[in-house]
């Protein structure tokens, strides 16, 4: 959204008498809030969201089929590669539920959707 298109949402919805030079000044603060990743992540808007749930869907997907893959060959290489593989989808499941539980807490009751 550029600096036009959010004067005239302003313009349009300026419930509040602000003088132009205010208008301009509040704009400009907002455009570096939303510059600011961490400030994003704090405030709950973050756009990267959707890639941890992806991966340990992925992860577990990978993890499951190199097991049985492994198993049913008896091959080593596939056994070591589950041994890598089901730690770090672990992690980043226990991530996950983390995530899901710290939103679930600090927005009342109201569950978080993932994707």
Known sequence: MDDREMWEMWAMYDEVRLSPRERLVLLQIEKGLRQDRRFARRMGDAPGEVWLPVAVLL????????????????????????ALLWPLTLVQALSLLCRALRHRTGSGNQVRPWL
């Open 59 to 82: 992860l577990g997907i990978a993890s499951a089929f190199v097991a049985v893959v492994g198993v049913r060959t008896s091959d080593p290489a596939l056994l070591c590669c589950f």
